[in-house]
């Protein structure tokens, strides 16, 4: 009988290990509802071809990156949209989305979006992807680089 149970014991300890991991978003996830409206905006972006806030966490998050949402509205001098504040593995990330990759351009027509000549920690990084446009300050370049692939691999092509 002992040993019946001391197998028992290992074996519910082994399944406890080998259980499902849930990655950082699932955890994150408020509610069913909630978790079934993100999934229905990462389906409409992948149809439009078009940025949403759930596919920019989403994409952030699966390239390994600790994604939080401060649910802060943000506002950057020569863009009209509010934006949304991020913080990508500690460092801010702002993000403004257009209706389209069009209204955008008109939009940014006037931005100065050419990196800096010498890197500047305190200088802000554009990212501009489709319909999307990330400021990003970080004076670690290797994360820079990381956010700007994980946005701009999505629409190569874009200016």
Do not use: Q
Not at 37 to 52: I, K, L, P, Q
Not at 58 to 69: H, Q
């Amino acid at each position: 009988m002992r040993t019946r149970r001391a197998v028992v014991c290992s074996c519910l300890l082994a399944a406890l290990a080998c259980g499902s991991h849930e990655t950082p978003a699932a955890k994150r996830a408020a509610s069913p509802d909630s978790a079934r409206a993100a999934s229905a905006e990462v389906a409409r972006a992948a149809e439009t071809d078009e940025w949403t806030r759930a596919e920019v966490v989403k994409r952030l998050d699966e390239a390994g990156l600790v994604v939080v949402d401060s649910s802060r509205v943000v506002h950057h001098p020569g863009i009209s949209a509010p934006g949304f504040l991020l913080e990508v593995s500690g460092s801010p990330l702002e993000i403004y989305l257009f209706p389209t990759a069009a209204d955008r351009k008109r939009e940014t027509a006037a931005l100065d979006t050419m990196p800096p000549a010498v890197p500047n920690a305190d200088r802000p990084r554009y990212i501009v992807s489709g319909n999307l446009v990330a400021i990003h300050v970080s004076p670690r370049d290797v994360l820079a680089e990381r956010v700007e692939n994980v946005l701009t691999a999505r629409h190569a092509g874009a200016p």
